[in-house]
């Protein structure tokens, strides 16, 4: 612990500069007397580090001194943070960089460090795509990806819900949510995103573009992320729900069943209790309510009601009538089949 430790003093100087003691005490949630310790220790290793004394004063590296981890290329440098998502980096084509890149840093640990990273792979593994779902096929992944790192610019042909377009966009990042990827870029003064797997060609145009000052990736996907969900869930609908539908708004609606639940009214003789559920427009949110199936009832809005009524009408009358077995339906084989009798 204590050898991880100096090496995270050590890159905070290196990366920060000048550092006062409570300020690396903080960072590394530890003592002030700690930290006098630890940097003693660098300085008898032979780390040069000097103790600037007064109200600007801190702890600072030798102008010039920095540690590097031997033999690291920039690729697999960059490829780091990307470990523990090796379906992620081989997308990208950097998995076998990233292997490489893993075997130098297990190298260049002590072996008690190198034992700790080895149990934690052994032990925590991270699948980033969502259950029962495929990954999208994203076969211009990799020159997008490329296009990130290297500042250039792409003329891209995109299908839109709305059809397709064409447009000239400057590729700010990616981003990887829930198993499908995301490329964040400016087009048209904005910054704009776009799925990957909609990307029908990118084509480079030879030009390089300035990435603009201070854009911050993940502070922009968090706020367009709460863009959106506020923008799709603008309706709320008043539901009951059995013991097992309790179970189920979670599972079916993620974060925002679970808040509804937990602010539900007490159970009835029954075990029933009503929630308020962020909806998105009423014909997205008949879909969604519906697979709850018969272990939730909707009270309101009226109108979401009654379309959930019409909805249930049109299965109940389709369901009710004699099924003609058709020429593809006599072929479906499964672990077991439904038949008339």
Known sequence: MRADRLLSLLLLLQNRGRMTAPELAAELEVSVRTVYRDVEALGAAGVPVCADRGPEGGYRLVDGYRTRLTGLTDAEAGSLFLAGMPGPARDLGLGAVLASAQLKVQAALPAELAGQARRVQERFHLDAPAWFREADPVPCLEPVAAAVWERRVLRVHYRRWRGEVHREVRPLGLVLKGGIWYLVALAEEAVRTYRV??????????????????????????????????????????????????????????????????????????????????????????????????????????????????????????????????????????????TDT
Do not use: H, I
Request: with cysteine.
């Open 197 to 338: 797997s909609r990307l029908l060609s990118v084509e480079e145009t030879g030009d390089l573009f300035d990435r603009p000052t201070g854009f911050d990736l993940a502070g922009y996907w968090e706020e367009s992320s709460r863009r959106l969900e506020a923008a799709l869930r603008q309706g709320v609908a008043w539901l009951r729900l059995s013991p097992r539908g309790q179970r189920l708004l979670p599972m079916q609606f993620g974060a925002a069943g679970a808040r509804a639940l937990a602010s539900a009214g007490a159970p009835d003789a029954d075990g029933w209790v009503e929630v308020e559920l962020p909806v998105e427009a009423e014909a997205v949110a008949v879909g969604d309510l519906l697979r709850l199936g018969p272990e939730a009832e909707v009270l309101g809005p009226p109108a979401l009601r009654q379309a959930v009524a019409r909805a249930v009408a049109a299965l109940a009358d389709r369901y009710g009538r004699p099924c003609s077995p058709s020429e593809n339906s006599a072929k479906f084989t499964g672990p077991e089949v439904l």
